[in-house]
């Protein structure tokens, strides 16, 4: 057997030898499986977000993930967060920032599967994930925010698990803290500004070879501030793009490409709310398990 006919059937083992469970085949929306118990997996995110009315905006969010499986059924994640910032010529709405890599945060997660795609028909998990920042997410400004995000994941597989539909509801309470000065006492006051997101994630990815996914996802993402007294929404954006992901024995990744299509509120003549939001977004994500 020549060496490029060996080298070809080692590859072709390769990717068709099946995924594991909790397969990433969305950059955004997550699937209804969880690890099983004793077993690991290491993540890298790169998320890269750009494009402002005016001026220069870049950005980009890093999470090293370690994911856990306690039982079949429950399993416990563990983030890192890193952020960079690069904002000139947005004043004074944003403040000039150039920062690399900058330690942004802390995040941990739960994960429950109640009905499993491949056994019971559809797929239903529920996610809850506490977590800590020093970085504030659009203007790239030390603050203190905590978070608190709940998530509702809906698998459905069809065609023999070739086609995959994910939908995820999110409802994440968040708090910054806020210094204030008095302008008569002088006297520093801190503040705690609450604010509500909601999110809605979609996305139907297809094999089109083995291990090989290509498809299509959307992000409806909104916030509701001081939400204690009353949902009024402030912003809100869709997104949708393309999608592939690759899934082997051991290692996988995923990258989903996600322009804003419609934003409001937006300037007179724009579609886009680019304020809290970005023109587009790249996430890759890739993962090893073990």
Same mark, same amino acid.
Not at 102 to 126: C, E, H, I, R, T
Not at 134 to 148: A, D, K, Q
């Given at each position: 057997m020549s060496r490029h006919v060996a080298l070809g059937a080692v590859l072709f083992v390769l990717s068709a030898t099946p995924a594991w469970a909790d397969e990433n085949y969305f950059g955004y929306s997550y699937g209804a499986e969880t690890l099983p118990k004793g077993k690991s997996e290491a993540y890298l995110w790169l998320t890269d977000r750009r494009g402002k009315a005016e001026g220069h905006y870049d950005a980009q969010d890093y999470k090293l993930e370690l994911?856990?499986?306690?039982?079949?059924?429950?399993?416990?994640?563990?983030?890192?967060?890193?952020?960079?910032?690069?904002?000139?010529?947005?004043?004074?709405?944003?403040?000039?920032?150039?920062?690399?890599?900058?330690?942004?945060?802390?995040?941990?997660?739960?994960?429950?599967?109640?009905?499993?795609?491949?056994?019971?028909?559809?797929?239903?998990?529920?996610?809850?994930?506490?977590?800590?920042?020093?970085?504030?997410?659009?203007?790239?400004?030390?603050?203190?925010?905590?978070?608190?995000?709940?998530?509702?994941?809906?698998?459905?597989?069809?065609?023999?698990?070739?086609?995959?539909?994910?939908?995820?509801?999110?409802? *994440?309470? %968040? $708090? +910054? #803290? &806020?210094?204030?000065?008095?302008?008569?006492? =002088?006297?520093? *006051?801190? %503040? $705690? +500004? #609450? &604010?509500?997101?909601?999110?809605?994630?979609? =996305?139907?990815?297809?094999r089109v070879a083995p291990n090989w996914f290509i498809g299509a996802e959307g992000r409806y993402h909104s916030e509701y501030p001081d939400w204690t007294s009353g949902l009024h929404r402030e912003h809100y954006a869709f997104f949708a793009g393309p999608t592939i992901h690759y899934g082997g024995k051991k290692w996988w990744f995923t990258a989903t490409y996600l322009p804003q299509i419609y934003g409001s509120p937006h300037e007179p003549g724009r579609s886009l709310h680019l304020d809290e939001h970005e023109k587009r977004e790249i996430r890759f994500k890739v993962g090893y398990n073990f």
């Open positions: 994911e856990h499986g306690l039982t079949d059924r429950l399993q416990v994640s563990g983030y890192v967060n890193f952020q960079s910032h690069h904002i000139r010529g947005l004043e004074p709405e944003l403040a000039n920032v150039d920062r690399n890599f900058g330690f942004k945060g802390l995040q941990a997660s739960l994960k429950y599967n109640v009905l499993s795609p491949y056994k019971d028909g559809v797929g239903l998990a529920f996610y809850v994930e506490p977590g800590w920042s020093r970085i504030h997410n659009v203007e790239g400004e030390r603050t203190t925010e905590l978070e608190l995000e709940f998530k509702a994941i809906v698998q459905k597989n069809f065609l023999d698990d070739r086609l995959i539909w994910a939908t995820n509801l999110t409802l *994440e309470p %968040e $708090w +910054e #803290k &806020e210094k204030e000065v008095d302008p008569v006492s =002088g006297r520093r *006051e801190t %503040e $705690w +500004e #609450k &604010e509500l997101a909601i999110e809605v994630t979609t =996305g139907l990815s297809y």
